[in-house]
């Protein structure tokens, strides 16, 4: 009997680029739930997810992960647990760019609970190409503070190198 | 509860919206729930006598949204409706056919509700929102650019 598949999850809020990174990382035409966003719409983002993102990608050693994405707005929470049923792992992308991305974190390491206190969880934060410093310095004071480990990576969404680098991290947390 | 105004559609699109809600009501009397939602998941318009329904207008939205992904994957064409059944009833979710196709209507009934009658009305009052929203139509009440 083949094991059973390897179910990633990309979650975070609206514009982090989880339909994005899916899109990278999925070898099949990806389903999407995509519609026009009525408010809040801007140059660069028109649409927005209402239901989910599927996708599958096949790892080096053959073994077959399916890709699932979120909604980004907190009034999708329901599909965010619905979609995460079985997660075997969480992929967080935070923008840098949004206001308070701190409390997006806090949001999503409190609704992917079980999984972020298991260390089932990487982030990703995008959009830091702008930034001074190093910008990935209050996400790791934020976790450490509370005693969460998980990894964390400054990614951009449209470069499939590191999307992979997350899914790689993940199945390493994983194993041990 | 009130509504919470939406920026893209006027007090008087709105309005006329849920004067096509209390028509649908009286053809379908044990209607239990019907609202007009935004297709990314807002609540614009319900019965009046609905409490707050954006939890359900949100839904509506990932469901209708699903019912098209299905529709392509199955090779069915556009998705027109989504049904549900329950044991205690039934609710369907339509596209208004207008320009725009932003918007979806759901209805929700008793198991007493015959399903083609809910399916019928249902039909005939996205018919009268798609009208009231083709005759409102301008760049300040249907899209944000
Ligand atoms: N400049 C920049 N743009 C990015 C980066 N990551 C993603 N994007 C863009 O940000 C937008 C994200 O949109 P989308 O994938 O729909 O986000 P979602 O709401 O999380 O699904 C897209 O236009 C991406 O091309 C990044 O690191 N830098
Ligand atoms: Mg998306």
Redesign the interface.
Known sequence: MNPAPIKLVFTGPVGSGKTTALHQLSEITPVVTEQAMTVGATVNKTTTTVALDYGEVTLENGEKVLLFGTPGQRYYDYMCKIVAQGATGIMLLLNNDNADPQNDLAYFTELFADHAKRGAMVLGITHTEGARNNPLQRYHAWLSDRGYMLPVFAVDARNRDDVILMVEALAASLEY | MNLIP???FSSTLTNEFNRALLQLKDSVPDLSTACVA?????EIARLESDNDQ??LA??A???H??G??IAA?ASLGACRNVIIEGNAGKAVMLTVPDAAA?KVLIAAASSDTNLAMLLISSRTCCEQLANASQNHFAPDTEF??
């Not at chain 2, 935004?38 to 807002?42: K, L, P, Q, S, V």
């Open positions: 939406h920026p893209s935004t297709r990314d998941g807002f954006r939890k949100a839904m939205s990932s469901m949204a699903l098209d992904a994957e932003n944000v650019t």
